[in-house]
């Protein structure tokens, strides 16, 4: 059986940390009418069941897809809103527990999974600077061969759909996005990180499938994050 991915087709996707306010003026409607492909939900620190819903209500009304990122089992919310839950597995992660442990406790702890609303993004986590890289101690001292090999492997031998290159926080190594896209090819390579202009977004758009766009928003707002869009789609 075949399913649709709809992220097939998106260039652009905005991530919205619950945890982050956003700037004077913007509103989370303003944000869902920038274009973007897609929103998720999520952030590493300070993520809570009710700053979650806060943020899915206030998209919920706009036409945009919301799916939700959760960065451990107890923030999943059960929310209608949703077009579904994105689960990262952090493939280069110091514990097992950020690949599959959360994911196994998550599932023994639900006993009734909405699967069909549930896909896995397959995490390289490159900058060690980063919340997301302390809190799952991630190995980030990779070389552009390294992230490859860990690309191929998640899309060949794990079946992974998205991998996920992730510099939250820092724009990447153009070269190691090269890396990374010439080795996947049925899997839709994401890259999030740093993307903060125009120029930022073209030139890591050449290479990714998808880009991501997260502090841009709560740091500087609609137009900022609407060059990125347009970016996206020129690429
Ligand atoms: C099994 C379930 C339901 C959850 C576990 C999912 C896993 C493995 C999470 C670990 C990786 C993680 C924290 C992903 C969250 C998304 C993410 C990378 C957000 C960006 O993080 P930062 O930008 O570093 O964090 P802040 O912006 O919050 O500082
Ligand atoms: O916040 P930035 O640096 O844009 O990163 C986007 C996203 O990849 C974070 O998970
Ligand atoms: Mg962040």
């Known amino acids: 059986m075949t399913t649709a991915c709809p992220w097939d087709d998106w260039n652009h996707i905005l991530k919205i940390d619950p945890d982050k306010e ?11 009418a920038t274009g ?3 929103i998720e939900v999520g952030g590493t620190m300070g993520i809570t069941e009710e700053n979650m819903e806060a943020v899915v209500e206030a998209c919920a009304e706009h036409d945009v897809p919301l799916y939700q990122e ?18 990262p597995t952090v493939f280069n992660a110091g ?28 995490y390289i986590v490159m900058n060690p600077e980063a919340d997301v890289a302390t809190y799952t101690e991630a190995d980030c001292d990779l070389d552009a061969e390294d992230v490859a090999a860990y690309a191929e ?29 010439e080795a996947t090819e049925e899997s ?16 890591m758009a050449t290479h990714a499938d ?7 928003a709560h740091d500087e707002g609609v137009e900022a994050v609407r060059e990125t869009v347009e970016a996206a789609r020129d690429a």
């Open 36 to 38: 973007t492909d897609a």
């Open 188 to 203: 839709t390579l994401f890259y999030g990180g740093g993307i903060h202009d125009y120029d930022s977004a073209a030139k």
């Open 22 to 32: 956003l700037p004077e003026g913007v509103t989370y409607g303003d944000l869902c």
């Open 153 to 181: 492997v998640a899309e060949r031998m794990f079946g992974q759909e998205i991998v996920y290159l992730e510099y939250s926080g820092m724009l990447g190594d153009e070269a190691i996005v090269q890396a990374a896209s």
């Open 95 to 122: 514990s097992p527990f950020w690949i599959t442990g959360a994911h196994k406790e998550w599932v023994r702890l639900d006993g009734d999974m909405d699967w069909d609303r549930t896909w896995t993004e397959a």
């Open 70 to 87: 959760p960065s451990n089992p107890e923030v999943v919310i059960d929310n209608r809103a949703l077009e579904g839950y994105l689960i």
């Open 210 to 216: 998808v880009i991501v766009v997260g502090d841009l």
